[in-house]
């Protein structure tokens, strides 16, 4: 069985304090009975909203040409050139 992740627990939590503050204030029961199943309402809405958020999804898998540097574009390249080369005599360079 999976672990719940952070999220979950934060929604959850949170939706368990504020609903049951917003049920208590709106039906203004004073037996413990009518705390009690409100308590429970929003033990069941708690754990609704934090298994219904969405779980991350899988890592796609590094391969070992993602883990390279990715290639130099050519407007970086001729940047380096040295001053005074043109594109054409660099190129000539690099076939030879």
Do not use: D
Request: glycine letters at 8%; one cysteine or more.
């Amino acid at each position: 069985m999976p672990r719940p992740t952070v999220a979950q627990l934060v929604y959850g939590s949170c939706t368990v304090v504020l609903s049951t503050v917003a049920m208590l204030a709106l039906s203004q029961t004073e037996s413990g009975l009518g705390v009690a199943v409100i308590a429970l309402a929003a033990l069941a809405l708690g754990l609704l909203v934090a298994m219904t958020v969405p779980l991350p999804g899988p890592r796609p898998a590094r391969s070992a040409a993602a883990g390279q540097a990715p290639a130099e574009p050519a407007r970086l390249a001729e940047r380096r050139r040295p001053v005074g080369a043109s594109a054409e005599s660099v190129r000539g360079r690099a076939a030879s």
